[in-house]
């Protein structure tokens, strides 16, 4: 994949599956809208159609109904056409915005402006991503890159995890209702642990029939099928807060896993990956630097080896490196043929570079011996 599909991904995906839900749901409410009119239009017909003469009054109803359902089309049509004029709108300006900093037509320093705008954009995803919704507003505020990020899809996230914080499924359900048929195509079960989590809460207030008829309404497929969880949770209703079932299901920290789970669905929504890409590009970078011998603070010129970075480095692979590179022990910097590496008595080896820095005179002191060698017995190195 091309690294700037790769980098840009989010910022093309969430716009374009708005829109084509924007347009799923107009299409469905245009196609009902259109049975309505045609149901007016069926009366209408029946009515101008009949054998005995009709008053103007039979009939004024009729075409004043066939009216008003062909006026509330205009306006559907019309509120539908100005949201994906919307959408299509950002789209052209994040394409145009795109194809600007890729194109080669800009200069060195604005090439280096957009590039840094790039980098500020995805740590603003990744700050999106994480739920540090002030944070990420503060932050689109000062950078001005608001409207590439999409922040008004993860403020209405932000209000669903604020919900199930306090305890509260209502604006989930709401949230679940709005994108019911593309969870259903995902085969997503969070829908059923909502159900499930609202069963619960009634069992331990003791309401044990309500959470009864709540299954029978809500999760009757899924007892249906089998689910061993709504098993546990009916075991739960019949047997109350002391029961095996009810202990094995209650979670100390339920809802802060509830609000996991909506996150990860609301990713898989918009076809996100499970990280940010700003995530991705760090450990990614971090995998390029990590060596069997890192450690923390073993080399100062190495960033994996930096305290908090080693950290972060705990769980990723080494990188594949087929040829071993080397480097100064002084500068840090690669030995090659543009810093030939040069050998004093001592037996320490450094690069050019930083023999014409340790250099005194006609003497060369090594840091680490603090020994003196004459730049005439300096040995230069070739390594097969």
Known sequence: MDSNAALEYQTFKIPYETLNKQFRETQKSLGRQRARIQDAKNLLDTKLTAEKPITLDEVAAPLAE??????????????????????????QHRAHYLHTGVDGSLTSIEQWMWDKERVDRLVLQHL????????????????????????????????????LLNGQTGPCLEWLH???????????????????????????????????????????????????????????????????????LDSPKGWEELVRLFRMENARIYQLPEQSIFSACLQTGICAHKTPSCAPNANPNC??????????????????????????????????????PMMLESGRVYGEKAVLQLREGDYIRCPRTNTKTHVKQLARLFIL
Do not use: W
């Open 66 to 91: 066939f009216k008003n359902r062909v006026s509330m089309m205009d306006s559907l049509i019309e509120k539908a056409y100005e949201e994906q004029a919307d959408g299509l709108h950002d789209l």
């Open 128 to 163: 999106l991503r994480c739920g540090h919704l002030e944070t990420a507003r503060a932050f689109a505020e000062k950078t001005g890159l608001g409207r590439l990020c999409d922040i008004s899809i993860f403020e209405k996230a932000d209000l669903v995890e604020k919900s």
């Open 178 to 248: 709005e994108h019911r048929s593309r969870l259903r195509r995902l085969t997503s079960t969070f829908e059923t642990e909502i159900r499930s989590h609202d069963v619960m809460e009634l069992v331990r207030e003791g309401r044990r029939l309500e959470a009864l008829k709540y299954v029978r309404r809500f999760l009757a497929q899924s007892l249906q099928e089998g689910n061993e969880k709504i098993r546990k949770l009916m075991a739960a209703i019949a047997c109350g807060v002391e029961s095996k079932a009810f202990r094995e």
């Open 303 to 340: 960033i994996a080896c930096d305290t908090t970075v080693h950290t972060l480095a705990a769980d990723l692979p080494f990188a594949n490196v087929s040829n071993s590179k080397l480097l100064c022990g002084l500068t840090g910097e690669p030995l090659d043929e543009k810093n030939v």
